[in-house]
């Protein structure tokens, strides 16, 4: 099967800190991987993709990277603040492409 | 603003009673997709919808229905909730779907949690 694994489920750190959250996937690799940000009771909101031949993308204090060889995706929020406290979901589509699969998430939480 | 607005937010049905939940967007968006999610958990995707074409995955149950009368809305029946249903139900769109050049992001509502009695 197509899996998405987030394997720290909660993550603490202090504000102004970068923090690394981590995903990986199993069997094929995806063309692409997405980055999504979910606050309590609310819908997930996507934050950046990344295709497979980028090693690196950046949004402002986000950054992203994605390796083939360790089929494994990190996503870094540096100088982090109280207000990144929230749930990251990572996503890949299936093979046929007509599902995204979600991990379960980490949640991060940043302490003042 | 564009978006995709679920309703109602919070819903309480009874056991065995059908309920409807719904969906609008405004991006114009070809899909539409609806998701389950329960706490701690990734969500799950029960089925899309791509422009008229009805995509179920093989393991939602049967008790889950959609219907998309037009672009701009999409409905989730459940016809006899049970317990384990109790959830976080999440609509979302995408301009088109699948990982090729045209991959898009999805675009999701604030969800409608669904509590059973």
């Known amino acids: 099967s197509q899996k998405i694994e987030q394997n720290s489920e909660a993550l603490n750190i202090q504000e102004g800190k970068t923090a690394t959250l981590t995903c990986n996937y199993t069997?094929?690799?995806?063309?692409?991987l997405q980055w999504y940000r979910q606050d309590p009771g609310r819908g997930p909101v996507f934050l950046l993709l990344i295709r497979e031949n980028e090693k690196e993308k950046r949004k402002e204090r986000l950054k992203v990277t994605f390796d083939t060889t360790l089929k494994q995706s990190l996503f870094h929020i540096t100088a982090s603040q109280p207000a990144d406290s929230a749930t990251y979901l990572c996503?890949?589509?299936?093979?046929?492409?007509?599902?995204?699969?979600f991990g379960k998430g980490t949640t991060l939480s940043v302490s003042s | 603003d564009a978006m995709v607005i679920q309703n109602p937010r919070y819903q309480v049905t009874q056991f065995g009673k059908p309920v409807t939940l719904s969906c609008s967007q405004t991006l114009n968006h070809n899909v539409m997709y609806w998701y389950q999610q329960k706490s701690s958990q990734a969500p799950k995707l029960l089925f899309h919808?791509?422009?008229?074409?009805?995509?179920n995955e093989a393991d939602t149950p049967d008790n889950f229905q959609s219907r998309r009368p037009n672009t701009s809305f999409c409905f989730l029946d459940i016809r006899s909730p049970g317990l384990g249903d109790a959830a976080m139900y999440l609509c979302?769109?995408?301009?088109?779907?699948?990982?090729?050049?045209?991959?898009?992001?999805?675009?999701f509502g604030d969800g409608t949690r669904l509590s059973i009695l």
């Open positions: 919808y791509y422009d008229k074409d009805f995509n």
């Open positions: 069997n094929y690799s995806p063309a692409y």
């Open positions: 996503a890949r589509w299936n093979q046929a492409g007509t599902a995204l699969i």
């Open positions: 979302a769109t995408s301009r088109d779907r699948g990982q090729g050049p045209s991959n898009q992001p999805q675009h």
